[in-house]
């Protein structure tokens, strides 16, 4: 087990789960900016894994990546995995303006390149990101860590809300998990950190929201989210993500919302410095898991059988009851 600078912290604890150590990397910067990654640890004929999310400083946090990798290929690795909690470039899925790139696929082909066998991730920013891997992926999801956080709370007069139309399959799979209906917003992008959402779609009058989505980074949508659901009498909302980034004016904008009661999200990105009342709940043991089941040749989709644990089978059941799952 490998880590970059991105987040040592969350890779510390996937090791403690796992119950093996660490292994050392030396990470260095020439005169000239560019980057240098050694492997501190014989990696000849091993299962090695990079636990590397894509965080800012987003670039250095791939070129790190890719230079382990590519570290462990020479160093004669048997099979390499890079584990990224947080897959920065998932948000370049398609072409939405003349003559840019998908961002996405190429950064694919990049890992894929350099040496990766196989690739471990968590919630995508859009399904078909999954498909622009050349290398096997192991795609898993933080819905339930996150469903844990509210089963012991009183859901009564409750609403799930996406805040746009393609997070609405997760969700869906959310407000189930939570025996809640479900609501969306028709939201248009108009740049990076601007956004304008039309109309909610579902019932939500004078309820109480739990607004999912799958990343927050500046915030903007889940403020313009909230001022359409304050019109159809929407007086309070916790807010959930997986992949807490909360750049920019986020923090600022979110924790002094009137609206908001909680803000809830996972250890894939580092939490922001500053802001104790954040709840963030662990991926760790999920992702040691699925570590785990692929050393040894499991199923890692079986985690999920059902999403819901009243309808797993018994040997995931006590699954979902350790990670919430």
Known sequence: MFSGSAHATLADAICRELGVSLSATHISRFSNDCLQVQLLANCRQRDVYIVQPLVPPTQDSLMELLLMIDAARGASAAMITAVIPHFAYA?????????????????ADLI??????????????????????????????????????FR??????????????????????????????????SKRRLADDRVV?????????????IVLDDEIATGGSIVELLDRLADQGVTEAAVACTHGLFGGQAVERLRGHPMITEVITTDTVPAPRGWPELRVRSVAELIAEAITRIHEGESV?????????????????????????
């Open 301 to 325: 989709s079986s985690l999920f059988d059902g999403v819901d644990p009243t309808h797993a089978p018994p040997r995931q059941r006590s699954l979902f009851d350790r990670v919430g799952t």
């Open 197 to 209: 959402i039309d109309s909610i779609v579902g019932n939500v009058t004078d309820r109480r929201a």
């Open 91 to 107: 948000r370049s899925d398609k072409k939405d303006a003349s003559r840019v790139s998908y961002g996405g696929r190429l950064v």
């Open 152 to 185: 012991s709370q009183d859901l009564a007069g409750s609403v799930v809300v996406s805040p746009d139309l393609g997070n609405a399959k997760d969700a869906t799979q959310f407000a189930r998990l939570l025996g809640l209906p479900v609501a969306a917003g």
């Open 112 to 149: 894929a390149t350099a040496g990766a066998d196989r690739v471990l991730t968590m919630n995508l920013h859009a399904p078909q990101v999954h498909g622009f891997f050349s290398v096997p992926v192991d795609h898993l999801t933080a819905l339930g860590v996150l469903a844990d956080h």
